[in-house]
């Protein structure tokens, strides 16, 4: 994918930003903001949607141009809620809407002489499923609900975000995984356009859940790990 090089600012039309990377798009997805903005700011789009501006373009500009912006420097500019907003939405978004899109396509994609390898295939999507459903659950009910008790200085559990670093693992690896096996294994002789869609929507996936993993663990965790000094030292 090429890098896109201009720094999108809050005065662009929400159009241009999308036609200047259209995998945009799915951050409009993952932030539950719907399409039909028509001449519209990304300023008033945000607004409208009840989301920072700021925040929104961090994002995008984190999706689009991570070489020419300086991410952990930017990050530490921003409010956190928006932003753990944006990680518990996304987990919608993959649990409800990414996820089940692959599985249907997948259950149409096999030919008949590859029947045995589809149920394979089928099954170790659902434990990968599984997985990632436990994964962002934990996360939504204990981790972010432990953050927020932080910020508000309400904390009473026994909590503290190394137990979360700890535990906390990549969910893109089986994601990878199945990307070979159905690149490498599986005959494109019955929709081989539907196949080429599958693997284009793995690696997109794979990608988001990447830049996901990162922003948790390389931005959200130390932020936290700083509220949590400032708090000890009261
Ligand atoms: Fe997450
Ligand atoms: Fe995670």
Redesign the pocket.
Known sequence: MQNVTIIFKKTMKMSDLIDADYRLLYLLSRLNISLGFGEKSVDTVCKENDFDTNCFLFLANFQSNKSIIDVEATFESLPLRPLLRYLKSSHSYFLEKRLPNIRRKLELVFSDADRGLQQAVLDFFDNYTNEVYE??QY?DEVVFPYVYSLMEESCKEPYSINIFEER?ND?EGKMNDLKQILMKYVSGSKDQMLMVNILTELYMSEEELEA??FI?DSLVIPRVKRIEKERTQK
């Open positions: 994964h962002m996360e906390h969910i996901h993993t948790e």
